[in-house]
Every structure is written in C-alpha cells, then in structure tokens.
C-alpha cells in the first residue's frame, strides 16, 4: 500500500467523506434581544465578575474531576485477551464514528502496541474505507528502513486491511526533521480545513477521534522522553527532536496538547519491564511523561499482568 505524502500540494487527491458535519461554533449563542434590567450598572458590573469568577472556578474544578473521571485502568491475564479486548474497542469507535460523522481518525504509534493490533485484522465489521491513519511519532529515517514505524505498521497491519492510500498519512522521509514536523503539521491543518479532523472547542487543537499509545521502560509516550523540553511545548501541534535519547535520533512528534486533545487514548502496555513506569504513571510516584497522558471523552490504560505487578 502507498500512502499519502503529507506535501499539502499532494495531499489534495486524498478521499474526503462527503457527508462530514461542518464544526459546530461554541461562540454563536443567542440572546433575546429584549432583556431588559433595573439595577445599576455598577451593580451589574459587580454580578457580571462575581458570576464569572465562580463559574471559572466551577470550570476549573470540574475540569480536573473529569479528567480524572474519564481514566480507566483494565488489566488482562494475557496479552492475547488484551488484544481482542483492544479490537474489541477499537471496532466500537469505528463504528460510532463511521456513523456519526463518516470518518474515522486513528492515530498510532510504534514499537509493541502495532503487534496488539493483530486482532484487528479479524473483525469483518469494519468500514476500513472510512479510516484515517496517522502516526504519532515517526523516526525520520526511509519508509522501508527498519526503524520507520511507518513499514511497522505497514508490514504487521496496514497489508492486510483495505484502508484507502489516501487516507494513510506517512512523513514525508526526504526532509529534514524540523521540515518533516512543519509539513505533517500543515497536512493536519489542511484536514482540518476540509473536515476530515475536528478541532478541540476547549483547546483549539485537533480532536482525533483515537490515539493508540505504547509505553517504554522509561515512561516515554510518543517521542515525549522524561526530562526533555518537548514535554512541556504548548504551541505547536507536530515538533521534531534531534537529540532522542533512543536512537534514531532524528523523529517527530505530537505534542502533549495534541495527544491530550483527543476524543478517545488507549494506552497499551506489556511486559514485566514496564511495571515500574506504569507504576510511576498510575500512582504518580515519579515524573514521566505517561503520567501526562489524558483524553477529551476517556482514557482507558490496556494492561496485562505483568505490566501492573507494582500497583
């Protein structure tokens, strides 16, 4: 399978639903133009900031309540009954957004999680030409080169599923990473623009309907490592780094903001190595970007045993 290169100039051909709903506008409310009022303005004024400061405050409260109450923690006796559940609820999301709004935006990432996707490929139930395929990161190396996650993807799962061409959104791996980051940041806001993605009306980043994340043995997410600037970028959507402490060296990456814009982050992790990170994320017993993760809608964390030993 081809993929689209993310060249906005080429990415025109891509297949666009047509029957997206255009994003709602959370500005455009209506008051009666009527209403009138006997206090005094400087009564007014007062009122006006006192329910203001308390209904930020409740926003604020409730904001951090949700996020919270959106997370979700299932632990699988085996990798095998993790991966079916993952199918399970990945075939779900599809579905639902299929319907609702005639796309559905997937974003992965590489290393073990592609392997948990294997079940995937079993479900007859899926309208793969609805799917839109992003990475989350990608090393910025050749398509057929070991460490691209996009020939990860391709090789595993993408072969084997009928997703459109152009609605697989690889790197463009002939730029540098910093014109690599710029340029899939500008394919996503071109998608944003024909209606493909939704925007975050609380945030102003793109809402993918689902990211998928891995996990490494240090707590990294992405190509978000512990201690590194780009965990703390708040502006743009894809960055690149050139100092990764796990080689290649040379990636790009969402940012948090992005990531934690979504409608929908499953969290996929495996394997006794990952127990004290998953530990430190979960229990907030130390600082790794895992810990960072959250979601718009849910946030469901795919465990198996081993992974959660140290809960």
Same mark, same amino acid.
């Given at each position: 399978?081809?993929?689209?290169?993310?060249?906005?100039?080429?990415?025109?051909?891509?297949?666009?639903?047509?029957?997206?709903?255009?994003?709602?506008?959370?500005?455009?409310?209506?008051?009666?133009?009527?209403?009138?009022?006997?206090?005094?303005?400087?009564?007014?004024?007062?009122? /006006?900031?006192?329910?203001?400061?308390?209904?930020?405050?409740?926003?604020?409260?409730?904001?951090?309540?949700?996020?919270?109450?959106?997370?979700?923690?299932?632990?699988?006796?085996?990798?095998?009954?993790?991966?079916?559940?993952?199918?399970? &609820?990945?075939?779900?999301?599809?579905?639902?957004?299929?319907?609702?709004?005639?796309?559905?935006?997937?974003?992965?990432?590489?290393?073990?999680?592609?392997?948990?996707?294997?079940?995937?490929?079993?479900?007859?139930?899926?309208?793969?030409?609805?799917?839109?395929?992003?990475?989350?990161?990608?090393?910025?190396?050749?398509?057929?080169?070991?460490?691209?996650? &996009? #020939?990860?993807?391709?090789?595993?799962?993408?072969?084997?599923?009928?997703?459109?061409?152009?609605?697989?959104?690889?790197?463009?791996?002939?730029?540098?990473?910093?014109?690599?980051?710029?340029? &899939?940041?500008?394919?996503?806001?071109?998608?944003?623009?024909?209606?493909?993605?939704?925007?975050?009306?609380?945030?102003?980043?793109?809402?993918?309907?689902?990211?998928?994340?891995?996990?490494?043995?240090?707590?990294?997410?992405?190509?978000?490592?512990?201690?590194?600037?780009?965990?703390?970028?708040?502006?743009?959507?894809?960055?690149?780094?050139?100092?990764?402490? #796990?080689?290649?060296?040379?990636?790009?990456?969402?940012?948090?903001?992005?990531?934690?814009?979504?409608?929908?982050?499953?969290?996929?992790?495996?394997?006794?190595?990952?127990?004290? /990170?998953?530990?430190?994320?979960?229990?907030?017993?130390?600082?790794?970007?895992?810990?960072?993760?959250?979601?718009?809608?849910?946030?469901?964390?795919?465990?198996? #045993?081993?992974?959660?030993?140290?809960?």
């Amino acid at each position: 399978m081809a993929s689209s290169s993310c060249f906005l100039r080429q990415i025109l051909f891509s297949q666009v639903p047509t029957n997206l709903q255009p994003p709602s506008n959370p500005l455009a409310l209506s008051f009666p133009k009527n209403l009138t009022c006997s206090i005094g303005s400087k009564s007014i004024k007062r009122l /006006a900031f006192s329910r203001r400061k308390a209904s930020e405050t409740r926003s604020m409260s409730t904001t951090t309540a949700t996020k919270e109450e959106n997370k979700k923690v299932e632990i699988f006796d085996t990798e095998e009954n993790l991966a079916a559940e993952l199918a399970k &609820y990945t075939s779900h999301l599809s579905d639902k957004y299929c319907k609702e709004r005639g796309a559905f935006t997937v974003v992965v990432s590489g290393g073990s999680l592609i392997r948990s996707l294997r079940k995937l490929v079993e479900v007859d139930s899926i309208d793969w030409s609805k799917w839109h395929f992003f990475w989350v990161d990608e090393r910025v190396v050749p398509k057929h080169h070991e460490d691209s996650n &996009y #020939k990860l993807a391709y090789d595993a799962f993408l072969s084997k599923v009928p997703i459109p061409p152009g609605n697989v959104y690889a790197i463009n791996d002939s730029l540098s990473a910093e014109a690599a980051a710029e340029d &899939y940041e500008t394919c996503l806001k071109h998608l944003v623009k024909t209606g493909v993605l939704r925007v975050s009306e609380s945030t102003g980043f793109p809402k993918f309907d689902l990211v998928l994340l891995g996990m490494g043995p240090d707590g990294h997410v992405a190509s978000l490592f512990p201690g590194h600037g780009l965990c703390d970028e708040k502006k743009r959507w894809v960055d690149s780094i050139t100092d990764s402490p #796990k080689p290649p060296s040379e990636r790009i990456t969402f940012t948090f903001p992005v990531i934690n814009s979504s409608a929908h982050v499953g969290l996929v992790v495996c394997g006794s190595g990952k127990a004290e /990170a998953v530990e430190a994320a979960l229990k907030k017993t130390g600082s790794v970007p895992a810990g960072c993760v959250s979601a718009e809608d849910e946030l469901v964390w795919f465990l198996d #045993k081993p992974a959660c030993s140290k809960l």
